[in-house]
């Protein structure tokens, strides 16, 4: 897609999509959705019908590849992976093997179901990284919204990820995506789901800030009206005080969903996500421990 028109139109069929569901999305597949890569779906990682995912990797893998595992958002109780199709695109564009899960949601299951998912998912990821092209010495966990929450609790409380039986330091870097990563449940059905009031510290990933924990990259849209930008800079300058290696970066004028458009289609324009992430994923501790955000 090259005219400007053309990103227009996807630009369109993706903002539709938010609201109105899946038939714009699928324009916006048809007008961006390139021919470079493969994906296998509904590989199993766990008994439940939700605990599946799809792989994307590059169909020319020179050599083998970071490991970027990506969990959606959508308030803990809704979301699939098959919306994710253009982050596959964009992810694999960039060289790397992408793994997209579907995981446990509210209101059949509550906290922890969705973080122990993310873990389940990361414990694959390690196991099977080669039979993709995969570098399991190279992995990383990316998430949106909900999804940046459990990134940010995988990171910081390393007992989900120890659990699973995956080895202190196997993941290199987290990246949280508007995720309400240092705040207190006030809206009723995500105090429901979050559990009893006296188990919310918990839930909170400042709860469990130590300073030692693996670099984690905390980016939002300066015009998010539905998770506060100060989740995402207080958080890092929490983990920086205590001696950890986290950095904010806030893009003007983007909204809550349009980071994530922005992610997955970064020929859009909307605001240079994917090439941050990429960054990050090259060297992330240069780019978090010694820089302030």
């Not at 008994?47 to 959508?74: I, M």
């Not at 929450?149 to 990246?175: I, Y």
Request: include cysteine.
């Amino acid at each position: 897609m090259h005219s400007r028109s053309a990103r227009l139109a996807a630009l369109a069929a993706l903002t539709a999509f938010t609201v109105t569901g899946c038939s714009p999305r699928r324009a916006a597949e048809t007008l961006l959705l390139g021919s470079h890569f493969v994906r296998t779906e509904g590989v199993a990682y766990g008994p439940d019908a939700r605990q599946r995912l799809d792989v994307y990797r590059p169909k020319a893998v020179r050599a083998p590849a970071p490991v970027v595992v990506f969990l959606h958002g959508g308030r803990w109780n809704s979301g699939t992976r098959e919306d994710y199709r253009l982050l596959g695109d964009a992810l694999t564009r960039r060289g790397w093997v992408a793994v997209v899960p579907d995981y446990r949601l509210a209101p059949a299951f509550g906290f922890p179901a969705w973080v122990e998912d993310g873990a389940r998912v990361v414990r694959w990821a390690r196991d099977n990284a080669a039979r993709f092209g995969g570098d399991s010495t190279r992995m990383f966990v990316v998430g949106h919204s909900a999804g940046g929450h459990s990134a940010a609790l995988l990171a910081l409380d390393e007992h989900f990820l120890r659990d699973a039986g995956v080895p202190a330091g196997a993941v290199r870097g987290f990246v949280s995506l508007a995720g309400p990563v240092d705040t207190t449940w006030t809206d009723p059905d995500v105090q429901a789901l979050m559990g009893p009031r006296e188990g919310w510290p918990a839930t909170y990933p400042a709860t469990h800030i130590g300073g030692t924990e693996p670099p984690l990259l905390l980016l939002h849209g300066g015009g998010d009206r539905t998770v506060s930008v100060e989740n995402s800079t207080r958080l890092a300058a929490r983990i920086r005080e205590r001696g950890g290696c986290a950095r904010s970066i806030v893009y003007p004028g983007v909204g809550h969903v349009k980071i994530v458009v922005a992610l997955s289609a970064p020929r859009l324009r909307i605001a240079p996500v994917l090439d941050d992430i990429d960054a990050f994923v090259r060297d992330p501790r240069r780019r978090t421990c010694a820089t302030a955000g």
